[in-house]
C-alpha cells in the first residue's frame, strides 16, 4: 500500500491509499470466501459449492465492496495514527481509480482548523454599570397595579374605549375564505394592548356591546404564517361585552395582594423591585460584556473555515432550542404550526451564531495551547461534584457515566480557563 497525505483548505486532509494489483487481487479473493459463506447453490450443502460456481452467484459490485470495506478497515486506522490525524468528523469515501491493476481511494478527513492567534492579552473591552432609576420602579410597581386590576362590565349604553377589555368573538377571512387559526369566541381583548395585528384594536373603539363590525387588516411582510404574510384580511368581529378597569391604590394592601414572601409593606415592595431590577440589569450587563469580549476575541484572530465543525455547532444550537421547547410542552413540529418556522429555516437562522462558536472555541482552544493551560485534578473533581449536585445525583454514579467521556469534561474545563485567562488580562 501507498500512503500520501495532502492538507486541502477549509479543514480538511486528503489521506490517499492506493493498492497494488496483488493487494487488491487478495483482497476480491478474500471478499469471494467471506461473501461465499452465505451463499446458497442448489445441490451443494452451503459452504462446499465450487468457487466459481459461488463466485458466479456474486455480483461484482458485491465482491468490489466487501474488499475495499476490508483494505479501508485494515489501513484507514493505521494511516490516521502514522500521520497523527485526529479526525473531527465523518470523512467522505472516494473511489479515484478501479481495475484489475489497483486501486486508489480518496479519504476526506475533516480535522482541527488551523488558527492564527492575534492579540488576545489586552484587550480593551468595557462593562457597562448598573443604575436603577426612580422611574423603573415607579413602572414596575404600576405593572403589580395593573396585574390587580378589577375589571367591571360597563353599562349597555358605553362604548369601546382605550384600556377596556372587550369580550368579542370574530372570526377571519383571506380573499373570501375562512383561515386556520382566525377565529376566536367570547375573547377577552384589551384595547391598546398590541397584541392583535395593528389596526385591529383601534377599530373596535367607539363600538357597544351588541354591535358588530368587519375589521379590515394587513397582516405583517414578515409574519410568521407564510401563506398569509402581506395579505388583507377581513374580521367579522361581534362585541358580547365590554369591561373597565379600576385600578388599586399602590399602598401597603397592593404590596400584600402581591403575595411574595417577607413583603408586606409598599417599602418592602420597593426594596423587592429594586433588588429584582438590579439582578436583571447585571444580568443584562454581563450578557453584554460577553458578546463584546467574543467579539474581539474573534475579529482578532484568523480561523481556516471548517463547514464540519460549522455544522456540528448548528446541531449542538439546534438540541438547545428542542430542549427549551420540551421545557414549555412544545416539540418543533408544534413550533412551525404556531411560527411558521420550519426547522430547516431555525437551522438557517442560527448559521451565524454557529460560525461565531465555531471560531472562538477554535481560538480558545489554541490559546490553551499558546498559554500551557492544563487541569489539575482536584478541578475535575470539582466539576464532577458540581454536575453530581446539579442532577442530584452521587458522584460515583457521575464518574462512571463521564468514565468513557472525560475528553469533553476536561476540554470544557480547558476552554472556560482560556477564556476567564483573556478576561484576567483585559487592558486595565
Not at 410597581?141 to 372587550?166: I, M
Not at 438557517?348 to 481560538?363: G, H, M, S, T, Y
Amino acid at each position: 500500500m501507498n500512503t500520501s497525505i495532502k492538507r486541502l483548505e477549509n479543514a480538511i486532509t486528503e489521506v490517499k491509499l492506493s493498492f497494488d494489483k496483488e493487494e487488491w487481487t487478495g483482497a476480491k479473493e478474500a471478499a469471494v470466501d467471506k461473501l461465499a459463506k452465505n451463499v446458497k447453490v442448489d445441490g451443494f450443502r452451503q459452504g462446499k459449492a465450487p468457487k466459481q460456481l459461488v463466485r458466479s452467484k456474486i455480483s461484482q459490485a458485491s465482491i468490489q465492496q466487501e474488499a475495499i470495506d476490508a483494505l479501508l478497515s485494515e489501513n484507514y486506522g493505521k494511516a490516521l495514527m502514522e500521520n497523527k490525524l485526529a479526525p473531527i468528523a465523518q470523512p467522505a469515501v472516494n473511489i479515484e481509480q478501479m481495475d484489475d491493476e489497483g486501486i486508489t481511494v480518496v479519504i476526506s478527513v475533516p480535522v482541527l482548523p488551523e488558527v492564527e492567534l492575534g492579540q488576545y492579552k489586552d484587550l480593551e473591552v468595557a462593562k457597562g454599570t448598573v443604575e436603577v432609576t426612580d422611574e423603573e420602579i415607579e413602572n414596575a410597581l404600576k405593572n403589580y397595579q395593573q396585574q390587580f386590576a378589577e375589571l367591571s362590565v360597563k353599562g349597555e349604553e358605553a362604548a369601546v374605549e382605550l384600556n377596556d377589555t372587550a369580550t368579542i368573538d370574530f372570526e377571519g377571512f383571506v380573499d373570501g375564505e375562512a383561515f386556520e387559526g382566525g377565529k376566536g369566541e367570547a375573547y377577552p381583548l384589551e384595547i391598546g394592548s398590541g397584541s392583535f395585528i395593528p389596526g385591529f384594536e383601534d377599530q373596535l373603539v367607539g363600538l357597544k356591546a351588541g354591535e358588530e363590525k368587519d375589521v379590515v387588516v394587513t397582516f405583517p411582510e414578515n409574519y410568521g404564517a407564510e401563506n398569509l404574510a402581506g395579505k388583507e384580511a377581513t374580521f367579522k368581529c361581534k362585541i358580547i361585552d365590554i369591561k373597565t378597569k379600576t385600578l388599586p391604590e399602590i399602598d401597603d394592601e397592593l404590596a400584600k395582594d402581591v403575595n411574595i414572601e417577607g413583603v408586606e409593606t409598599l417599602d418592602q415592595l420597593k426594596e423587592h423591585v429594586t433588588k429584582d431590577l438590579t439582578s436583571r440589569k447585571e444580568s443584562e450587563v454581563d450578557n453584554k460584556f460577553n458578546e463584546d469580549l467574543f467579539k474581539a476575541i474573534i475579529e482578532n484572530s484568523k480561523v481556516e473555515e471548517s463547514a464540519a465543525m460549522i455544522e456540528q455547532e448548528v446541531q449542538q444550537l439546534l438540541q438547545e432550542i428542542e430542549m427549551n421547547l420540551q421545557q414549555q410542552g412544545l416539540n418543533f413540529e408544534l413550533y412551525e404550526q404556531f411560527t411558521g418556522q420550519s426547522k430547516d429555516k431555525i437551522a438557517e437562522d442560527v448559521r451565524p451564531q454557529a460560525v461565531d462558536r465555531f471560531k472562538l472555541n477554535a481560538i480558545l482552544a489554541q490559546i490553551v495551547k499558546a498559554e500551557g493551560l492544563e487541569n489539575t485534578q482536584e478541578e475535575l473533581d470539582a466539576e464532577l461534584q458540581l454536575i453530581a449536585d446539579t442532577y442530584q445525583r452521587e458522584l460515583e454514579e457521575v464518574k462512571n457515566i463521564f468514565a468513557n467521556n472525560m475528553d469533553r469534561l476536561e476540554s470544557d474545563l480547558l476552554t472556560r480557563k482560556a477564556l476567564e485567562f483573556v478576561r484576567d488580562n483585559l487592558k486595565k
